[in-house]
């Protein structure tokens, strides 16, 4: 399965700031914009993850 997501870039000074408007919460931050970038995607992961285990909590264990 493949995801795509948008990515909102900023420069701010020296660094480069991203968010995903798709993805609550998900922030990137980097130096360089492949930094930043990495940095998303990671926040992106993390949150999927975690959202994954919270929806595998409700299904009934007699569900296949």
């Known amino acids: 399965m493949k995801n ?7 420069k701010e000074g020296d660094w480069h700031i991203a968010y995903c ?3 609550l ?3 990137g931050q980097g130096k360089t914009l492949k930094e ?4 998303l995607k990671e926040a992106i ?8 285990k ?3 909590k ?3 264990k007699t569900a296949t």
């Open 36 to 39: 930043c970038m990495e940095s």
């Open 4 to 10: 795509e997501f948008t990515a909102i870039i900023e």
């Open 58 to 60: 409700t299904i009934p």
């Open 45 to 52: 992961a993390l949150i999927l993850q975690e959202l994954r």
């Open 25 to 27: 919460g998900s922030n």
């Open 21 to 23: 408007p798709e993805v």
């Open 54 to 56: 919270d929806a595998m």
